[in-house]
């Protein structure tokens, strides 16, 4: 890729339009940090900082723990834990060894589990202790031979402080001993911390990460050591000027493609502290922010919508934060907006897939932001659009149609499902799924799912852009649209919204404020009012379980 495109124009001072990729694999790194930034705070765990130097000889403990236990290179290792050392731990002693880590959400169902750990073939699982049970049963339908369980309080600082309301007494469980289940603090006891042999390889798998649970069967996307490390560098080369030893709030999970990347790897390679947030709740997230003064506050739409009517955020002075990082779903202008005025700080919107692991675009950190896109390509990335119909005619600028990315972070292919990985990947472009447009100075815009779309009428409509309108509705605090099967209009279009505390609407109101703001047939024809909306562990709203239940009910 040596040709100029038209997004390197659009790059901030100092950011390369190419990178000569460095070829290291992220153990590898972590090793090299540790001799270069030995007493830098590594992570910090409610208070119980563990440095660099501290983080590798724990690593190599937990490596030579899991060659005791019989796992060997390629063997795959199971990960069900909320953000926590023990999951960086865990990676990273896995990678070493040349296993693959598998991470997995710990609030999934047996089920779920059951579904990841067989077609993963994972041989060994670490988890949370709270979890035993369920993982004692997935043992007998799974190719699971061995269990080590770790204690949220593990790596508490002594006292012991309840400091949120996740770390309390009753999340211990006390583990009976019984065959082949370990204690992970035991075995870090165990074994020494000297250098263990290095056995990450930079075209191996080193992480199958799944995808697609709430659309149907999820699949397990293999992301290499070159895949890992030239996402993280490619990100490092995008924010230039981030300094070693500043405070980055781990919010989103580690198990999720972007905390996988953005908060756990890209830390630990850039120097940064991660300050880990188990629970990524918004009252939680603003008690960290005041307790502890991150530089940088990643979260989801729906994390930064709970923090703008949390009365402690919105009144607390955060003139030590340096900036925002947004993805997993299209930040809303309105929250842009209201972030904004309400800090002053750049607001960097990030997109990518599991697939692109997952980091393909970003807002220019100190460059030109267009609210509402999600920035540029990185750097050795490229993109295009092209019509839905065939997937093969690139479409010119401002047009709307599938979004395809290729470059050196795209998946290696989906474990054991070489069907669907034709589908997505043809060429070395891979396929997003995504409904997009780029304009004339190379950012894009992502407008919807292409699943999501709605043909009502014959008219093409785009959920999203349906909820940025009602966003905006000084009323509203959330909102969902979904199509849903019309006898006259083929799919007609309905909303569902979660007002803002104490704010009393009716659904006259919203549709005469959409009719202001909407071509007559993207206005929803019903609007209901609920609670809250299904969400994913990291906070995404769930569109398709709002489908699903809209169905359901027959509310359409």
């Given at each position: 890729?040596?040709?100029?495109?038209r997004w390197?124009?659009s790059y901030?001072?100092?950011v390369?339009h190419?990178?000569?990729?460095?070829?290291?694999?992220?153990s590898?790194?972590?090793?090299?940090s540790?001799?270069?930034?030995a007493g830098?705070?590594?992570?910090?765990?409610m208070?119980?900082e563990i440095?660099?130097?501290?983080?590798?000889?724990?690593?190599?403990?937990f490596?030579?723990?899991?060659?005791a236990?019989?796992?060997?290179p390629?063997?795959k290792?199971a990960?069900?834990?909320p953000?926590?050392?023990?999951?960086?731990?865990?990676m990273?002693?896995?990678f070493?060894i040349g296993?693959?880590a598998?991470?997995n959400?710990?609030?999934?169902?047996e089920?779920e589990l059951a579904?990841?750990?067989n077609?993963?073939e994972?041989?060994?699982?670490?988890?949370?202790d709270?979890?035993?049970?369920r993982l004692?049963?997935?043992?007998?339908?799974?190719?699971?031979?061995?269990?080590?369980?770790?204690?949220?309080?593990?790596?508490?600082?002594?006292?012991?402080?309840q400091?949120y309301?996740l770390v309390?007494k009753k999340?211990?469980?006390?583990?009976?001993?019984?065959?082949n289940?370990f204690r992970f603090t035991?075995?870090?006891?165990?074994?020494?911390?000297?250098p263990?042999?290095?056995?990450s390889?930079?075209?191996e798998?080193?992480?199958?990460?799944?995808?697609g649970?709430t659309t149907?069967?999820?699949?397990?996307?293999?992301?290499?050591h070159?895949n890992?490390?030239?996402?993280?560098q490619?990100?490092?080369?995008?924010?230039?000027?981030?300094?070693?030893?500043?405070k980055?709030?781990?919010?989103?999970?580690y198990?999720h493609?972007?905390?996988?990347?953005?908060m756990q790897n890209?830390?630990?390679w850039?120097?940064?502290t991660?300050?880990?947030?188990?629970?990524?709740d918004?009252?939680?997230?603003?008690?960290m922010?005041?307790?502890?003064?991150?530089?940088?506050?990643p979260?989801?739409?729906?994390?930064?919508?709970g923090?703008?009517v949390?009365?402690?955020f919105?009144?607390m002075?955060?003139?030590?934060?340096?900036g925002y990082?947004?993805?997993?779903?299209p930040?809303?202008?309105?929250t842009?907006n209201?972030?904004m005025?309400?800090?002053?700080?750049?607001?960097?919107d990030v997109?990518?897939?599991?697939?692109?692991?997952?980091?393909?675009?970003?807002s220019?950190?100190?460059?030109?932001?267009k609210p509402?896109s999600?920035?540029?390509?990185?750097?050795n990335?490229d993109i295009?659009?092209?019509?839905i119909e065939t997937?093969?005619?690139?479409?010119p600028p401002g047009?709307?149609?599938?979004?395809?990315?290729?470059?050196?972070q795209?998946m290696?292919?989906?474990?054991?499902?070489?069907?669907?990985?034709e589908?997505?990947?043809r060429?070395?472009?891979?396929?997003?799924?995504d409904?997009g447009?780029?304009?004339?100075?190379?950012y894009?815009?992502v407008i919807?799912?292409r699943?999501?779309?709605?043909?009502?009428?014959?008219f093409?409509?785009y959920?999203?852009?349906i909820?940025?309108?009602?966003?905006?509705?000084?009323?509203?605090?959330e909102?969902?649209?979904?199509?849903?099967?019309d006898?006259?209009?083929?799919?007609?279009v309905?909303?569902?919204?979660?007002?803002?505390?104490?704010?009393?609407?009716s659904?006259e109101e919203?549709?005469?404020?959409c009719k202001e703001n909407?071509a007559?047939?993207?206005?929803?024809?019903?609007?209901?009012?609920?609670?809250?909306?299904p969400?994913?562990?990291?906070?995404?709203?769930?569109?398709?379980?709002?489908?699903?239940k809209?169905?359901?009910?027959?509310s359409?």
């Amino acid at each position: 890729m040596s040709e100029s495109k038209r997004w390197h124009q659009s790059y901030a001072p100092g950011v390369p339009h190419y990178l000569e990729l460095e070829e290291i694999t992220l153990s590898k790194a972590l090793s090299r940090s540790a001799e270069k930034r030995a007493g830098l705070a590594a992570m910090n765990y409610m208070g119980r900082e563990i440095s660099f130097s501290e983080l590798e000889t724990l690593v190599n403990r937990f490596a030579r723990a899991l060659l005791a236990l019989g796992v060997a290179p390629g063997d795959k290792v199971a990960l069900v834990l909320p953000n926590l050392p023990q999951m960086t731990i865990a990676m990273y002693a896995t990678f070493r060894i040349g296993a693959v880590a598998v991470p997995n959400n710990p609030l999934y169902t047996e089920r779920e589990l059951a579904h990841q750990f067989n077609d993963s073939e994972a041989k060994l699982v670490v988890g949370l202790d709270l979890l035993l049970p369920r993982l004692l049963s997935l043992k007998e339908k799974t190719g699971i031979q061995k269990i080590v369980t770790c204690h949220i309080n593990d790596f508490l600082p002594f006292p012991k402080k309840q400091l949120y309301p996740l770390v309390k007494k009753k999340m211990y469980r006390k583990i009976t001993p019984q065959e082949n289940v370990f204690r992970f603090t035991d075995l870090l006891k165990q074994y020494p911390g000297i250098p263990v042999e290095e056995l990450s390889s930079w075209d191996e798998v080193a992480a199958i990460l799944y995808t697609g649970g709430t659309t149907g069967v999820s699949k397990g996307v293999m992301l290499t050591h070159a895949n890992i490390s030239a996402n993280v560098q490619q990100f490092a080369a995008w924010l230039p000027g981030v300094k070693e030893g500043e405070k980055l709030l781990a919010v989103y999970p580690y198990f999720h493609s972007a905390g996988f990347t953005a908060m756990q790897n890209y830390a630990l390679w850039a120097g940064l502290t991660a300050l880990i947030v188990p629970r990524p709740d918004p009252a939680i997230v603003a008690e960290m922010v005041k307790q502890f003064k991150p530089d940088y506050l990643p979260g989801v739409p729906t994390i930064y919508a709970g923090l703008l009517v949390n009365k402690d955020f919105t009144s607390m002075d955060l003139s030590f934060i340096k900036g925002y990082f947004a993805g997993a779903a299209p930040l809303p202008v309105d929250t842009y907006n209201r972030l904004m005025k309400l800090t002053g700080k750049p607001i960097i919107d990030v997109y990518g897939l599991t697939e692109s692991t997952p980091l393909a675009t970003a807002s220019p950190w100190k460059g030109k932001i267009k609210p509402g896109s999600v920035g540029l390509p990185l750097p050795n990335t490229d993109i295009k659009i092209v019509d839905i119909e065939t997937g093969t005619k690139e479409l010119p600028p401002g047009e709307a149609g599938e979004i395809l990315i290729k470059g050196p972070q795209v998946m290696k292919g989906y474990y054991r499902n070489p069907q669907e990985t034709e589908q997505v990947l043809r060429d070395g472009w891979l396929y997003s799924g995504d409904i997009g447009i780029m304009d004339e100075e190379g950012y894009l815009s992502v407008i919807d799912r292409r699943k999501d779309l709605i043909i009502a009428g014959g008219f093409n409509v785009y959920p999203n852009e349906i909820d940025d309108v009602l966003f905006a509705h000084p009323g509203v605090q959330e909102a969902c649209t979904v199509g849903v099967p019309d006898q006259y209009r083929g799919e007609t279009v309905v909303s569902y919204v979660v007002p803002r505390s104490g704010e009393t609407l009716s659904e006259e109101e919203l549709i005469r404020y959409c009719k202001e703001n909407l071509a007559a047939y993207k206005v929803p024809r019903k609007i209901y009012f609920i609670d809250e909306l299904p969400k994913s562990a990291i906070g995404k709203i769930l569109r398709r379980e709002m489908k699903k239940k809209a169905m359901e009910s027959g509310s359409h």
